[in-house]
């Protein structure tokens, strides 16, 4: 980390890679795209992207990101999820030899507009009812015949991607692939639907391109699943220090708003990490290990502390505390702080 704050990350890409198994032990027939959007997660998108050799792309969400991947050096093929908003940012996408996904009609006028002769690959991304971006499904058979009349394209795969995978029994997923299916089975072309989600509930399982994220980083993107539960290691450890332990008596309050009033006399330990450092302000009561052993977070969360609860554990000043990683699960984290896991990892990320 080069940031001069006391939080400690560690990045185990020993444990990406067993994540990554995971995705091909579910889907081996599927190329895989891991998504190193947002930094990976938040776990450095370069590091991410050189240690999973075996990967068959990746996928970003900017041309900036995609950019960054090609000038580093990986030479796979990069989706782009965004893809692009003009001219010149087509003209990148050429150059770099990149996929961008089309989910606009404006987008197309560009690639029509572009009368390089090129063999660039593309998505054309569909909204079967995930509402974000995507051509409408009235616009889509018309937006396909137009891509294959254009030189500088060579293939046009379909592309979708569900909103309600965390509930694999959520009526909208079978409405999703029903409509998605209808459409790929006109075209015959490449077809990439799963996110972690969807992968690990295995919603939809003849596709050529998966797009696994959150999994990669041993998180959990099922409602009610541990990642433990779902053969998932952590990937990122968040660490910091104990730097105080202070004898409190009964009656005494904690922290910003004395939310937090002693009930018993009892001893409160200070870690150096707070939201100032990625830790999340609306955490209540979240799970912390201190030097290994298990203790909840007491009153707010501040800029650059947080208080625990020393009472069941041993503890010195000094000793190690994980905010997230083998002991404590950063979705553990992310519930009790009202956000998904997600949210919490990409925090980090902004500070690697
Ligand atoms: C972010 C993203 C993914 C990855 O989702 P996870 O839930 O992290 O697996 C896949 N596809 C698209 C279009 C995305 O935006």
Sequence with gaps: MTSNRAANISIDLTALQHNFQQVKKIVPDSQVM???????????????????TQADGFAVAQLAEAIALRENGVDK??????????????????????RPAISQLWQIDLLEANQQASSINVWLKINTGMGRLGIQLDDVQSSYQRLQKIKLIDQSGLMMHFANADEPAHISNQTQINRFLKLSELYKTQTSVSNSAAIISELF?????????????????IINKTAAELHLKPVMSLQAELIAINHLKKGQTVGYGD?????????????????????????????????????????????DSIAVDLREIQAVCGDSVECWGKQISVDEVALSAGTISYELLCNIGRLL
């Design 77 to 98: 093929s990069i989706t782009v999820f965004q893809g692009f908003s003009s001219q010149e940012q087509l003209q990148q996408i050429i150059q770099y030899d990149l």
């Design 34 to 52: 891991p998504v190193v959007k947002a930094n990976a997660y938040g776990h450095g998108m370069l590091q991410v992207a050189k240690s999973l």
């Design 205 to 221: 399982m003849r596709q050529d391109w998966v797009r696994p994220g959150i999994m990669l980083y041993g998180s959990s993107p």
């Design 259 to 303: 939310s937090w009033t002693c009930p018993e006399d009892m001893p409160v330990g200070i870690v150096n990490i707070g939201y100032g450092d990625g830790y999340p302000r609306h955490a209540v009561s979240a799970p912390v290990a201190v030097n290994g052993q298990r203790c909840h977070l007491i009153g707010r969360v501040s800029m």
